[in-house]
């Protein structure tokens, strides 16, 4: 409990209205602050990505959560990846491949 949240209360809130273009974020997960925070660096210096801080919630002068404001088209949900299956003989070529790949840059 480095936040001085625990893991088990940390949570990630995202909230939007159907007529909104805008979403709001609200996380204690401090991974997900790491990233949003990442995503603010990159904002400032290209506005068309649209991500605002709200408001920040600090603890013994550590950020522990934070709001942000996004637009609400960056969101995405996705499936997961299928795992591809591959025999002996498709390994085998696609590393063979890579070989050649690696080979060639170096000539």
Known sequence: MTS???LAEQETVINFY???DRMSIYTSDQTMI?????LLKKSEQNEEAGYIL???EKMNG???AIEVSAPKH???LRMPKKKR???????QELAERMRRAR???NE
């Open 4 to 6: 001085g949240i625990s």
């Open 18 to 20: 159907r007529t909104d």
């Open 34 to 38: 790491t990233k949003l925070m990442k």
């Open 54 to 56: 709200v408001r920040e």
């Open 62 to 64: 550590r950020v522990v």
């Open 74 to 76: 960056l969101m995405s």
């Open 85 to 91: 299956e591959l025999t002996d003989e498709e390994r």
């Open 103 to 105: 080979n060639h840059g």
